[in-house]
């Protein structure tokens, strides 16, 4: 198969994805990278409460250049909005928040994920010149459920879903489900679990690109192509 009868998803669109899964009401923080694109594509009509670890709760959609809040950011340094109702508090308050299981979700982004859901997403060897993990060992625990949103593999073509994870821990078997650019995957008990694929794309390239096992979540004639 060549590149030319699939198409990956973009990263907004990787984000759309996402967004479609999450349900009316729950309350979500999102990781820095693709994950952080999520607030501005969730439906029309649904309502989603973003936190961020820094302090917020009622994140909106990206800011226009031109009406920037300055002192508003995320966890990222991102430029953010906050939507009626919003509020911002104390970096405590927001881990007492998170540790407490406050969280209905966490999509935060990964350079590898195990089939036994093991994230590793803070650093690529032991010596990595990576300041700190962040809030990312925290949100990993202490979520309700973790998401990833990520490409398939790395520039150079290495798959990121793996039998084991070569790169340091963030934390082991927290990941649910992952959202790819091919792809969206449950990890499960009996591993990597595939719900859909890019129009085009066939379960053997998947597994191509793919470090681990996988197999169809349904059926295959009632597998989502899209």
Not at 2 to 27: N, Q
Not at 141 to 169: D, F, N
């Amino acid at each position: 198969m060549t590149r030319t009868d699939w198409t990956p998803r973009s990263r907004s669109a990787i984000a759309a994805r996402v967004a479609e899964d999450i349900p009316e009401g729950w309350y979500v923080n999102l990781g820095i990278g693709v994950p952080t694109l999520v607030a501005d594509r969730v439906p029309e009509g649904r309502e989603v409460i973003f936190h961020a670890e820094n302090g917020i709760l009622g994140i909106g959609p990206a800011p226009d250049p031109a009406a920037v809040e300055r002192w508003l950011v995320n966890a990222g340094k991102q430029h953010v909005t906050l939507l009626p109702g919003g509020c911002y508090f104390h970096h405590a308050d927001s881990f007492g928040m998170i540790r407490g299981r406050h969280l209905d979700l966490c999509v935060l982004g990964a350079y590898e994920v195990s089939a036994a859901g093991d994230l590793a997403n803070w650093a690529r060897s032991v010596g990595d010149t990576a300041p700190a993990v962040g809030g990312a060992m925290d949100l990993a625990i202490g979520a309700q459920r973790v998401w990833i949103a990520m490409e398939h593999v790395t520039r150079k073509g290495a798959p990121r879903l793996v039998e084991r994870c070569s790169y340091p821990l963030t934390s082991p078997g927290c990941v649910k489900r992952i959202y790819t650019d091919l792809a969206v995957i449950d990890v499960t008990p009996r591993g990597f679990e595939v719900r859909d694929m890019v129009p085009g794309l066939t379960l053997a390239a998947l597994q191509d690109m793919t470090d681990a096992p996988l197999a169809l979540a349904v059926a295959p004639d009632a597998l989502r192509m899209g």
